[in-house]
């Protein structure tokens, strides 16, 4: 959904390094599953995407969704495990809920 060179000069990666692009685009699936577990919608990319005419809830990617997707990605990146010794420990960017709030489906 994210194109890797966006996903690359997020988390400051030379666009040429490939080592860990299988990781990055892992990273990019769940980053897109988040939004749609916390949302209760599903994410498409573009309007022509097959389903989405159909879908009367549809959250359509825009810049809020691309940050959080990207501020998670880079969260995961560069904090590999659930727990990280020597080192205070840190939750999913508070930044992510507070861009996502907006397109949740409530009451239902």
Same mark, same amino acid.
């Given at each position: 959904m994210l194109d890797?060179?966006?996903?690359?000069?997020?988390?400051?990666l030379e666009p040429d390094f #490939?080592?860990?692009?299988? +990781?990055l685009e892992t990273y990019s699936g769940? &980053?897109?599953?988040h939004v749609e577990h916390y949302t209760?919608?599903?994410?498409?990319?573009?309007t022509s995407e097959q389903g989405y005419a159909? #879908?009367?809830?549809?959250? +359509?990617?825009?810049?809020?969704?691309?940050? &959080?997707?990207?501020?998670?990605?880079g969260h995961w990146y560069e904090n590999r495990e659930a727990v990280t010794a020597g080192v205070s420990i840190t939750?999913?960017?508070?930044a992510?809920?507070?861009l996502l709030w907006p397109h949740r489906r409530l009451g239902v």
């Open positions: 890797l060179e966006t996903i690359k000069q997020h988390v400051r #490939d080592d860990d692009n299988f +990781l769940a &980053a897109k599953r209760d919608r599903k994410l498409y990319g573009t159909d #879908d009367p809830t549809a959250l +359509l990617l825009d810049d809020e969704i691309i940050v &959080a997707m990207l501020l998670l990605i939750e999913t960017p508070m992510v809920p507070m």
